[in-house]
């Protein structure tokens, strides 16, 4: 199962948790109120990055979110928000940082452990909250994408192979994958990289290329 790590100033959110991880068999590696405080144990033992870090919005260190959001992901974990619904804003700003998805702190339990579960995975976390979040927001700066890119996004996204994308348009493979380069280019350009097939399903979610029920694991 996948390593976690528990990063909440509540310390019974954090208890709870760690109860539920495991039973499920997930192994909680680090559990703290800080992300300076996650990254120091990193460092003063040499462990390797938690593959999934459960990440509080709002700390009481006077940090934002972009930076613990930024700071984890750079340091190489995938991020899950633990949130309550009524900040939209602050989810949004999460998920423009890089986080792989949010699950709110009203849910069951299970519904935290699935959500860690399928980031780990690698695979996008489209839920009810993480739509709720990019539903109709205009915050995402739009990444202007042609007609065609448009449509190579959607499929390519929502799972297909490259080459049977280039195949369902009737254009060549290089062309397809040229367009995917560009792609990519147009949303780094605007602030929105997406290096991974993951990140470009989170931007065409982003965007209404691609809805909840299109993308792979939808529900």
């Given at each position: 199962?996948?390593?976690v790590?528990?990063?909440?100033?509540?310390?019974?959110?954090?208890?709870?948790?760690?109860?539920a991880?495991?039973?499920?068999s997930?192994?909680?590696?680090f559990?703290?109120?800080t992300v300076?405080?996650?990254?120091e144990?990193r460092?003063?033992t040499?462990a390797?990055?938690?593959?999934?870090?459960?990440?509080?919005?709002?700390?009481?260190d006077?940090?934002?979110?972009?930076?613990n959001v930024?700071?984890?992901v750079n340091?190489?974990a995938?991020?899950?928000?633990?949130?309550?619904?009524?900040?939209?804003?602050?989810v949004?700003?999460?998920l423009?940082?890089?986080a792989a998805?949010?699950?709110s702190?009203?849910?069951?339990l299970?519904?935290v452990l699935d959500?860690?579960?399928?980031?780990a995975?690698?695979?996008?976390?489209n839920?009810?909250?993480?739509?709720?979040a990019?539903?109709?927001d205009?915050?995402?700066?739009?990444?202007?994408?042609?007609?065609?890119?448009r449509?190579?996004?959607?499929l390519?996204?929502?799972g297909?192979?490259?080459?049977?994308?280039?195949?369902?348009?009737?254009?060549?493979?290089?062309?397809?994958?040229?367009?995917i380069?560009?792609?990519?280019?147009?949303?780094?350009?605007?602030?929105?990289?997406?290096p991974?097939k993951?990140?470009?399903?989170?931007?065409a979610?982003?965007?209404?290329?691609?809805?909840?029920?299109e993308?792979p694991g939808?529900?």
């Open positions: 199962m996948s390593t790590a528990l990063i909440d100033d509540h310390e019974s959110v954090r208890l709870g948790l760690e109860a991880c495991a039973r499920d997930q192994t909680v590696v559990s703290g109120s300076v405080s996650y990254l144990w460092r003063a040499a390797a990055p938690a593959e999934v870090v459960v990440l509080d919005l709002t700390l009481g006077g940090t934002t979110v972009t930076e930024t700071s984890l340091d190489g995938s991020v899950v928000i633990h949130s309550v619904a009524d900040r939209p804003a602050a949004r700003e999460a423009a940082a890089g998805g949010v699950v702190k009203s849910s069951a299970d519904d959500a860690i579960r399928t980031v995975q690698g695979e996008a976390l839920n009810v909250e993480w739509a709720s990019v539903d109709g205009r915050a995402f700066a739009d990444a202007q994408l042609a007609t065609r890119e449509e190579v996004l959607r390519y996204a929502t297909l192979p490259l080459k049977a994308v280039a195949e369902k348009l009737g254009v060549a493979y290089s062309t397809a994958k040229e367009n380069t560009r792609i990519r280019v147009k949303y780094v350009e605007v602030g929105r990289p997406a991974t993951v990140d470009l399903l989170r931007r979610m982003e965007d209404g290329i691609v809805t909840a029920d993308a939808g529900r």
